[in-house]
Nanobody, 126 residues
């Protein structure tokens, strides 16, 4: 069974940066497509960024391009989300998800992911 665990959340001030990490454990002989989603208070969960299994494709929510960067370390089956110039509206629970399919694109929809983490809280103060 694959477990997805996020880390790196916290409370920071607007304008600063935060780096989230996610590890997909359980299988060491393969890589997974990985994605980040977030759910702000009172809102639906939304897509943030994704990277496919072999790091050949990345995809971002349009409004986050230029501030957020997704990267991966396949040797460790980890993915990171670097978030810069944070704003209060970035406050949310951030979820990491793993996709077991070998896609040639970075998946952006919930149903394309098979395993989900519990989420990590990110709070941006103004």
């Amino acid at each position: 069974q694959v477990q997805v665990v996020e880390s790196g959340g916290g409370l920071v001030q607007a304008g600063t940066s935060l780096r989230l990490s996610c590890v997909a454990s359980g299988r060491t002989d393969r890589s997974y497509g990985m994605g980040w989603f977030r759910r702000a208070p009172g809102k639906e969960r939304e897509f943030v960024a994704a990277i496919n299994w072999n790091d050949s494709r990345k995809f971002y929510e349009d409004s986050l391009k230029g501030r957020f960067t997704i990267s991966r370390d396949n040797a460790k089956n980890t993915v990171a989300l670097q978030m810069n110039s944070l704003k209060p509206e970035d406050t949310a629970v951030y979820y990491c998800a793993a996709d077991r399919n070998y896609r040639d694109y970075a998946p952006q929809y919930d149903h394309e992911y098979d395993y989900w983490g519990q989420g990590t809280q990110v709070t941006i103060s103004s």
